[in-house]
């Protein structure tokens, strides 16, 4: 697989790289056998960057992740994320961005994660009573300390990229990025990635499994996904982003791929590092054939008439959440 840089203080990556959230949350029943066969299939395939986050579980993530690494941590660049505080015990209690807080949650990730080093620590969410710089500063001392290789930001806007990499250079900023949500062409936020050199990790790269085809009804979806409270797969906005994935499904027949395969190859070619979730190796194994997908300007230029900015009905989360979104 090729390898990309995210940042320029010599982070190394596969093209591709593994969303691991829904081998322990918020997508239906969980099957931890073939999550660590997903993982080892993964690092055969060359895919390095495994993404988890302490309320993945919340901790059940980085403790899977952990157990699939037991005796080959080099294998992997492993990237964690702290500023939403949980108690040890699980408990949520929202935003914390503190210096305290973000070394305390750092040891546990370790301890969680079995290993003595992360090697890209993502502030998950701006904490709107921290400024960025505080955060990132404690961050810059777990560097300093041997904990931490790398860091990172998540969901935010222009100006805390450029605060926050004033203080500690940034390898990477990780938001959602897909056919179906092409907002940081528009705000800004990619073109300061671009100017400063800061990687750009895309989650839901999918539209959390609309972009593959195979979603077909809300209704499919098991009782705890949280997709049934995503607005994007309510009412009358399903039935509009449905039609967008036939005409993307389309596109995708007349290349020969899926069109997961499609949309990860779109969002390869913008120089990001998707990172797909799932938790099967077959659609792991499909998912990684992306990076084989050559996209000629032909087919930008036809895929940008199908899924220009804004195609997407419905915003990207629930209210409550979109409020923590952009810090």
């Not at 997903?38 to 901790?59: K, Q």
């Not at 062409?185 to 839901?204: F, K, M």
């Not at 009358?236 to 997961?260: G, I, M, W, Y």
């Not at 913008?270 to 050559?294: D, F, H, M, S």
Request: with cysteine.
């Amino acid at each position: 697989m090729e390898i990309r840089a995210l940042g320029r203080q010599g982070l190394k990556v596969g093209a591709e790289g593994l969303g691991l959230m829904g081998m322990s949350a918020h997508y239906g029943a969980t099957d931890e056998t073939e999550s660590l066969a997903t993982i080892d299939r993964a690092l055969e395939l060359g895919v390095t960057l495994l993404d988890t986050a302490e309320g993945y579980g919340p901790f059940r993530n980085e403790q899977l992740l952990g157990k699939a690494l037991a005796g080959r941590r080099d294998a992997a660049v492993v990237a964690t994320k702290t500023g939403v505080e949980f108690t040890d015990e699980g408990g949520f209690r929202g935003h914390n961005a503190t210096p305290e807080y973000i070394r305390r949650s750092a040891d546990r990730s370790l301890r969680h994660l079995g290993t003595d080093h992360i090697d890209l620590y993502y502030l998950h969410r701006i904490d709107p009573a921290v400024p960025v710089e505080e955060s990132v500063g404690a961050m810059a001392e777990l560097v300093e300390a041997g904990k931490v290789r790398h860091i990172g930001l998540c969901e935010v806007a222009p100006a805390t990229v450029e605060r926050a990499h004033a203080v500690h250079p940034l390898a990477a900023v990780q938001t959602e990025y897909s056919l179906f949500e092409r907002g940081i062409e528009h705000d800004g936020v990619l073109d300061t990635l671009r100017r400063l050199g800061i990687g750009l990790v895309a989650y839901s790269p999918l539209g959390r499994g609309f972009l593959s085809g195979a979603v077909t009804s809300p209704d499919d979806f098991a009782a705890d996904d949280f997709r049934r409270t995503d607005p994007r797969f309510q009412g009358e906005n399903f039935h509009r982003n449905l039609a967008v994935v036939d005409q993307v499904r389309r596109l995708a027949a007349e290349k020969d791929v899926t069109p997961s395969q499609l949309a990860l190859a779109w969002t390869l070619r913008q120089g990001a590092v998707p990172i797909p979730g799932t938790k099967r190796r077959r659609y792991l194994e499909e998912n990684v054939a992306a990076t084989g997908v050559t996209l000629t300007d032909a087919d930008l230029a036809a895929i940008d008439s199908v899924a220009p900015h804004g195609v997407a009905s419905g915003d990207r989360y629930a209210p409550e959440l979109m409020a923590s979104l952009g810090g």
